[in-house]
């Protein structure tokens, strides 16, 4: 039985952070909104509230039931979490008169508690909240305090129940690694067993148990989730995994012939199919983002359906889900409204009665990449930056044509090729070109030209859900805006994005 942390979510931005600290340690956890979490068996070793948006003085502020959590196992309250177990056990929670947004120190710390154990007095920490503890409950004593804020931190006497008013989760808190591993470790007890070997042995052996002798089919895309997700299924099934990689298209210059190649040496079934056409006729003339999104998630379905019916006696659909995904689709606000369609798989096992298996819906993407190191996935199919999965669809403003594709993938070549040549690929996230529904005025030779203008667009990020536009060197720029104006015919000039996230998104459609 696999020991783990639960964490409860009661709708923090932060939330998925305290998971990903908490993986970073090598200790399994897992998130739930805080009125659907699983029974509390010897496999939770320890329980986390998050923060949240509401105050616990709001009617309608989260009121999780603790009674089979506190005092039964290790338990840390962060931020709102911390403030639930006074406000609703008989302190008192009112709104802050001082500044508690920010950066802060700890003034005092009780170093005689284990949640403290190795953090130096005066450490940093990040407070992010409108209401302040002004005073505990007659069992919980103070155990960290700021300049601005007595009771930063607690513990309930007798029990391995604390409280924090400030995000240990956060960068801001340059001791909060220290201060979850005290606690997952120290005081829960965990033994630090999650590792890419261990998921890798489990799943494995898992997949073989679940699927037995039945046939798969899977979508891949090149990408990093697709590509570990075929390595785990092809350990586990071998011949009886089939992929299939349909060109829509909308995908780089020469991605479709380089990705099947680079699968052949990988031992995986690998069927190619050309769809270009289906795809650019459907799309004619259609300019909404979300219109695109349909026709092309719509036609990958079609398409997809058509390729595996020729293999005879499938059972089950792979995707590669990974865990954030998961995580959206059961969040204390149920799925985001605004979740954009894309053209994963949603609708294919429905319409083609499969099973669904998902290898990769437990992890991170960065545990999916450390995941492909220990299948010994080769760097450069890891090390891929993101992209999306209606293609260049959405990075063409406007309506697609042939040619406009043919324009992007070669500006969008130039762009990629030259930060792999000047050794800033590595240091970027996410690149790409947007070919914008602009045309400007430019002079090539002793002629005007009324052309096109394309926007680079490079961004750094952990997880996409926020990012910063990268600081690219001058003469790099100066270099790719002119080898795309001279190489690409139809493009006349060239701008840089440094829009950060938030409050631009990465992708401008």
Not at 291 to 307: A, H, L, S, T
Request: charged share 25%; hydrophobic share 35%; glycine share 10%.
């Amino acid at each position: 039985m696999q020991e783990k942390i639960l964490i409860l979510d009661f709708g923090s931005q932060y939330t998925q952070l305290i998971g990903r600290r908490v993986r970073e340690l090598n200790i399994y956890c897992e998130i739930y909104p805080y009125n659907k979490y699983p029974e509390i068996d010897e496999s939770v070793k320890g329980v986390i509230l998050s923060g949240s948006p509401f105050s616990v003085r709001d009617e309608k502020g989260p009121k999780p039931d603790l009674s089979k959590i506190k005092g039964k196992v290790p338990l840390l309250g962060v931020c709102y979490g911390a403030q639930y177990m006074v406000h609703y056990f008989g302190g008192e929670v009112q709104p802050s008169n001082s500044r508690e947004y920010g950066r802060a120190n700890l003034g005092f710390i009780d170093s005689e508690i284990d949640l403290f154990k190795e953090v130096t007095l005066g450490s940093q920490v990040w407070m992010s909240h409108g209401d302040t503890i002004e005073y505990l409950p007659e069992s919980y004593k103070i155990i960290a305090s700021t300049g601005d804020v007595k009771n930063a931190a607690y513990k309930i006497d007798g029990e391995t129940t604390y409280g924090i008013q400030f995000h240990p989760e956060v960068y801001h808190t340059t001791e909060g690694k220290q201060m979850l591993q005290n606690f997952a470790v120290d005081i829960c007890g965990c033994k630090q067993d999650w590792t890419p070997d261990s998921f890798v042995e489990t799943t494995v052996a898992l997949l073989k148990e679940k699927l037995g002798n039945d046939k798969v089919v899977l979508g891949l895309s090149g990408g990093v989730d697709s590509t570990v997700a075929g390595v785990l299924l092809h350990q586990a099934i071998g011949k009886n995994l089939t992929c299939i990689f349909v060109d829509n298209g909308l995908l780089r210059k020469n991605e479709f012939e380089s990705v099947l190649d680079s699968y052949k040496d990988m031992g995986l079934n690998v069927i190619g199919v050309d769809a270009k056409q289906k795809f650019w006729d459907d799309l004619k003339g259609i300019t909404d983002p979300e219109g695109k999104r349909k026709v092309i998630g719509r036609d990958f379905i079609e398409v997809f359906d058509v390729e595996a019916h020729k293999i005879k006696n499938v059972k089950w659909l792979a995707q590669g889900t990974i865990y954030p995904d998961v995580i959206e689709s059961v969040s204390v606000n149920g799925p985001s409204a605004t979740i954009k369609s894309h053209h994963n798989v949603g609708g294919l096992p429905e319409k083609m009665h499969l099973k669904v298996v998902e290898p990769l819906n437990l992890l991170f993407k960065d545990e999916v990449r450390r995941v492909g190191k220990a299948l010994g996935i080769r760097k450069e199919l890891l090390g891929r930056h993101p992209f999306p999965g209606p293609g260049l669809g959405i990075r063409i403003l406007s309506d697609v044509t042939p040619e406009k594709v043919r324009m992007l993938q070669e500006a969008d070549a130039i762009f990629i090729n030259g930060l792999r040549d000047w050794n800033l690929y590595d240091d970027v996230w996410q690149a790409g070109v947007m070919l914008l529904p602009v045309q400007s005025v430019g002079v090539m030779g002793d002629e005007r030209t009324y052309e096109n203008v394309v926007a680079l667009r490079a961004v750094m990020s952990t997880d996409g859900m926020t990012a910063d536009w990268v600081h690219l060197p001058y003469d790099f720029l100066a270099k790719t805006s002119n080898d795309i104006i001279n190489k690409v015919r139809g493009i006349n000039r060239v701008v840089y994005d440094i829009s950060s996230k938030p409050p631009a998104t990465i992708e401008w459609e």
